[in-house]
């Protein structure tokens, strides 16, 4: 147990009955609680040459941008439909009831640009894989993954077919 993880709320029924929603407001509010989970979402990287991380909308900006300045790279937004605003690569993946998908800039790394996914809570996985699936289309070299809590039950890891590690700092 960290000093930190009591600050991650279990909020039930949000955004639907039956999910328990990992709330990190709390932390994100608390400037050492803050500082150390980057810290240590960071530490399994330090030794990685990263070009870039590359955070998910929206939580995976807050944590991946704070990432990104402590692993001394740049920052790249994997957007929702309809929000960046030059051209764009889309890769649609699977949900619990139909389809969503996820958008990077065409320009946004450059070839072999070595990068980190990052997003805030990893459940089936399917949104860091799409993550995964847009950085390969760019002809970038994926270094890994990383997420501050893995949901065991959902799955996430079990499915992971991507041929980069994953880390997670908290599991549940
Ligand atoms: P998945 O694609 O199923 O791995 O879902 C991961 C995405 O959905 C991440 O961007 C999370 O922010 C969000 N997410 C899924 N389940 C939860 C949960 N129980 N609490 C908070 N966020 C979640």
Redesign the pocket.
């Known amino acids: 147990m960290t000093h930190w993880q009591h600050l991650i709320r279990d909020v039930p029924d949000f955004p639907k009955p039956g999910?328990?929603?990992?709330d990190i407001t709390p932390l994100l509010a608390d400037r050492d609680g803050f500082a150390a989970a980057i810290e240590a979402m960071a530490a399994p990287w330090r030794e990685e040459r990263l070009d870039a991380v590359v955070g998910?909308e929206s939580?995976?900006f807050i944590l991946g941008a704070a990432l990104a300045l402590a692993l001394d790279t740049g920052f790249v937004p994997v957007r929702k439909p309809g929000k960046l605003p030059a051209r764009t690569l889309s890769q649609t993946y699977a949900l619990e009831y139909g389809s969503d998908s996820l958008h990077i800039h065409a320009d946004a790394l450059p070839v072999g640009a070595r990068v980190l996914l990052v997003?805030?809570?990893?459940?089936?996985?399917?949104?860091?894989l799409a993550a995964y699936a847009l950085a390969r289309r760019l002809e970038a070299e994926v270094a890994g993954a990383a997420v501050l809590v893995e949901?065991d039950a959902?799955g996430?890891r079990a499915r992971w077919s991507a041929p980069i590690p994953l880390e997670a700092t908290l599991r549940y």
Do not use: E, H, S, Y
């Open positions: 999910i328990v929603f990992k998910i939580r995976g997003d805030d809570v990893l459940a089936t996985g399917g949104t860091l949901l959902l996430g």
